[in-house]
């Protein structure tokens, strides 16, 4: 009796979208734009930990929270900036609703495809949003700077740097008044990121 030969199974590519609450499903290898939606970004953010939670308190300082000291500071910065580029300094850290915030450390050990995973996600947020998928060097220099001078604040405060420690790895900020730092609540983060995006929005449709 002849033997049937056996059928190979088709292999099934691996699963790369991750559910909302929102019901969207976002593929992280390759976004849309159409998959994205503010009030699950703040959701997220509100919910990520900065600094791998090592950070003092009750209460972990998360990156919505820290997306309105970036915001801010940038308007400390450039006082006329046009509000879509304060609205890109809100979104700065908007990956990180789906892929967590990574401390620097270990970015740089994950190498290439992580920033290509990343910078997608980024560019599909901007044109959810109506900014350009790249931005400016100019704008993206102000938010960096924005954001290493939160990040000195924080790693002094809440994460155990000694001021001479944060010098040398994030710079003293320049123009920027310091400021004291009390964690958020996840939904007291959540509501104030989306209460300033909508101020943002509508501002920067006029």
Not at 19 to 43: F, K, Q, V
Not at 92 to 98: K, S
Not at 128 to 137: G, I, M, T, V
Request: a neutral charge.
């Amino acid at each position: 009796m002849a033997m049937r030969a056996s059928k190979k199974s088709t292999p099934v590519a691996p699963r790369a979208w991750q559910r909302m609450l929102s019901g969207r499903r976002l593929d992280i290898l390759d976004p849309s734009p159409i998959d994205i939606e503010i009030e699950d970004i703040a959701h997220g953010l509100a919910r990520v930990a900065r600094w791998n939670g090592q950070t003092k308190g009750d209460l972990p300082f998360n990156v919505a929270q820290h997306s309105l000291i970036v915001e801010e500071f940038c308007t400390a910065i450039k006082p006329g900036w046009p509000a879509k580029w304060k609205l890109a300094a809100l979104l700065h850290d908007a990956p990180e609703f789906v892929i967590g915030d990574m401390i620097s450390p270990f970015k740089a050990q994950l190498g290439g495809q992580y920033q290509i995973i990343e910078k997608r996600l980024a560019q599909a947020v901007h044109l959810r949003f109506s900014l350009p998928a790249d931005l400016p060097e100019t704008v993206e220099k102000t938010i960096k700077r924005a954001d290493r001078a939160s990040a000195y604040f924080e790693a002094i405060q809440l994460a155990g740097f000694e001021p001479e420690e944060a010098r040398r790895i994030f710079s003293a900020p320049r123009g920027i008044a310091p400021i004291t730092l009390v964690a958020l609540s996840a939904i007291d983060a959540q509501e104030q990121y989306l209460a300033r995006f909508e101020t943002l929005s509508r501002a920067a449709e006029r």
